[in-house]
């Protein structure tokens, strides 16, 4: 792939900004168009549809930043000088081609694609049908960018692709695709998994946990557990499952408390058969299925464990592999903690709510990998290249 100068780059990202703030009206036109059609009744889906001057705003807040962060394609990873007399320089490379397919939200139309074309990559983006007005608008806009700065539009691609469509275009690849990142739910990544004949980057479900430790501060995880569960339900890092030790002091008391600010806070709870008998009123767990379970919605589960390691045993049964808590002033059970939970993120005190590329100083992001392969965490700028080994010789011959 051709690799485009820095400031040409810049150039793109300074016009997009231009435009974009000249077409507000249209873009909220066109999402209107979006919002009327909405027919579902999944909140979390509907809250990620909607654009409006403060989304606009982080639009052009997000291209703005990418502008400043240094150009991460041919950065020198190591050199090495050989006794053969090769010398060897391994440096950072664009994947190519990018597939990534998402529901819903407009903004990623603008955050994928402001990384991948940084990074030098060609991008293609499946969005939902949901926001169909909204992201044709926003890839006219960056069309517009490309084409000021004499760029071919192939650079960003916006597919237009039912389900059935949508597989023919994985298995039977009319172009080279070198990765695909699947945003979405379990059934899309399973999909994808299934049909893709290139590398898959899951960004996978939250289902996140958060344990309170038998050393917590009872007020400070009250105050994690409500920003952690209803600051932003349809964001992948909001919390699901809280889980408290049975050896908290005032443990009864603790619970009643914790269960009166989520429902006064119009949270649903529903308990294991532990917390039942503390918490008469709310409804158990009928399935052990729903520990494996993403809400998107105002609704948790509160369960009772005896350790620390039944709690870590637990989130990795369960958990998506994106975000997990310890609340404790017990500095050796939150390294334990850390060390043995398997998320992408490990958090001590802190709401799971700073999983985020722009919160974990990353910046805009692509995705939130739980994978672990190439990257596991915020796919930022940097995480959108690969390597590349320039071997410099005169004849050397292996013998």
Known sequence: MKLIDTDIKNNVLESMINIIDAHRAEILEANKKDLELFKSDDQAL????????????????????????ADPVSREISTKNLDNGLKIINKTAPFGTILII???RP???????VLA????????????????HSNKVLVDLWHKALEENKLSSDYIELLTLNRQETQDFLVNQSDQLDLIVPRGGERLIAFVKQNAQCPVLVSGRGNNFLYVDEKASWQKSLEVILNAKTHKISACNALDKILINANIDDYQNKVKELAELLTQNGVEILVDDQ?????????????????????????????E????ADAIQKINDHSGGHS???????????????EQVDCAAVYKNASTRFTDGGQMGVGAELAISTDKLHHRGPLGLNQLVTNKYYVYGDGQIRV
């Open 117 to 132: 074309f940084k990074a030098n990559n060609k991008i293609l983006l499946k969005g939902g049908k949901e926001a169909f």
């Open 102 to 104: 998402y529901e819903s």
């Open 305 to 308: 464990v005896n350790s620390l």
């Open 46 to 69: 509907y809250d990620r549809l909607v654009i409006n001057d403060k989304k606009i705003d982080g639009m052009i807040g997000a291209i703005s930043e990418v502008k400043a962060q």
């Open 275 to 303: 917390v039942k008998s503390i918490l008469k009123d709310q409804p158990t767990i009928e399935d052990d299925d729903i520990w494996n379970q993403e809400f998107l919605a105002m609704k948790c589960v509160i369960g």
């Open 324 to 338: 997990a808590t310890i609340m404790t002033e017990n500095n050796e059970s939150s390294d334990l903690f850390m």
């Open 107 to 113: 903004d990623v139309t603008i955050e994928a694609a």
